[in-house]
């Protein structure tokens, strides 16, 4: 299995700019879990989907962010527009599992490294 | 105050040693205990998890919970080189439907050869 694929790794933008990260969840999974991690602040849940349902946003920081996922295999993370402060590394894991078993593990991508000049 | 508190060090010592990790915790309905591991530029892996209070042993690890003091901790035998990492400890509630894991900041560790 590919694991957990996040597009691109890198991404460098000014100010203002739209920015679309992607990532993919490996196969079977039914959960799929946007993170931002910075230094000062750790790892931070955005939001999470299940089924493609969002479930859970209120770690979004404000309307500038918008995610969606509109099939099983496919999700974005829209900043819009970015600011010098929303740079951090953006996660995606995935996991399968009835909803609410404690145990469900989530399987993390690469990140996607972003810098907002 | 944060849910969940991490020294994040950074903690160096000597390869061999034994290396305590702890975090705090402030929410009584956290149930699930978890701690990931994680490489530089890599994204976080699950390394062990633990349900409520105890000890669990996986090799060279273990983590133990003390939900009356709201405090859990991982402890790393005959530490290796390789062992070099950041480590997070995540928690989550009980709560049918609910996913959601709080992480603590983390705590960097280099192994010393």
């Known amino acids: 299995d590919a694991g957990v694929i996040q597009s691109p790794r890198h991404e460098v933008t000014e100010m203002g700019q739209e920015v679309t990260l992607r990532c993919k969840p490996i196969?079977?999974?039914?959960?799929l879990f946007w993170y931002r991690q910075t230094m000062m602040r750790g790892l931070e849940l955005l939001i999470y989907?299940?089924?493609?349902?969002?479930?859970?946003d209120s770690g979004m920081p404000e309307d500038r962010f918008s995610a969606k996922m509109p099939n099983a295999s496919f999700s974005t993370l829209k900043i819009q527009p970015s600011e010098p402060r929303d740079s951090a590394v953006y996660f995606c894991?995935?996991?399968?599992?009835?909803?609410?078993?404690?145990?469900?593990?989530?399987?993390f991508g690469p990140g996607t490294r972003l810098t907002v000049l | 105050q944060k849910e969940v508190e991490q020294d994040p060090g950074p903690l160096s010592v000597p390869e061999g040693a034994i290396v305590s990790l702890n975090c705090t915790y402030s929410?009584?309905?956290?149930?699930?205990f978890m701690w990931y591991r994680q490489y530089s530029r890599k994204g976080p892996e699950l390394l062990m998890y633990?349900?409520?209070?105890g000890n669990k042993e996986d090799g060279r690890f273990t983590a133990q919970v003390d939900k009356s003091s709201k405090y859990i901790s991982l402890f790393i035998r005959d530490s290796q080189p390789s062992d070099s990492a950041t480590y997070l400890c995540?928690?989550?509630?009980?709560?049918?439907?609910?996913?959601?894991?709080?992480f603590g900041t983390g705590t960097r560790l280099t192994i010393i050869p």
């Open positions: 633990t349900y409520s209070s």
């Open positions: 196969s079977g999974h039914n959960s």
């Open positions: 989907f299940n089924n493609n349902v969002p479930i859970d």
């Open positions: 995540a928690m989550r509630v009980s709560n049918f439907g609910n996913e959601k894991l709080t």
């Open positions: 894991a995935s996991s399968f599992g009835p909803r609410g078993r404690g145990t469900d593990t989530q399987y």
């Open positions: 929410n009584s309905a956290f149930q699930y």
